[in-house]
């Protein structure tokens, strides 16, 4: 089965980012049978130890990792870990101006900035 998982912050800096979240959804959707992103996080009402082993299950079953990361997220930083340990590929995106983090410029499985 074909599984995205698009990453990034949900909490930082009080920016709404429900909007682009909802969008990278839609361009996600047809190019896999599931698609989670940070709007899935925000509905999961588990403890902090299930919210973490779901994110890391999620991650090690995705074909491809999309990680918004335009503002700070440590969340999305285990992310990526997860998915340089599995051998998920990793595609970043970062609005224009963006401090990206050099770890994860340096990350092996990166396949693309945007």
């Known amino acids: 089965?074909?599984?995205?998982?698009i990453t990034g912050a949900v909490?930082?800096?009080g920016a709404d980012r429900t909007g682009l979240y909802s969008t990278l959804v839609?361009?996600?959707?047809?190019?896999a049978e599931k698609v989670y992103s940070p709007l899935d996080v925000i509905k999961f009402k588990g403890t902090n130890e299930?919210?973490?082993q779901r994110?890391?299950?999620?991650?090690?079953?995705?074909?491809?990792?999309?990680?918004?990361?335009s503002l700070p997220s440590t969340g999305q930083g285990?992310?990526?870990?997860?998915?340089?340990?599995n051998n998920v590929p990793i595609l970043i995106l970062?609005?224009?101006g963006s401090k990206v983090s050099g770890l994860?410029?340096?990350?092996?499985?990166?396949?693309?900035l945007i």
């Open 94 to 96: 970062a609005e224009k």
């Open 26 to 31: 839609e361009i996600c959707q047809p190019h």
């Open 1 to 5: 089965m074909q599984q995205i998982v």
């Open 104 to 112: 994860t410029l340096g990350s092996p499985m990166l396949k693309e």
């Open 50 to 52: 299930e919210r973490y």
């Open 11 to 13: 909490t930082s800096g």
């Open 78 to 85: 285990i992310d990526i870990q997860e998915a340089n340990r």
């Open 55 to 69: 994110a890391v299950r999620l991650v090690e079953s995705a074909n491809l990792l999309v990680a918004e990361s």
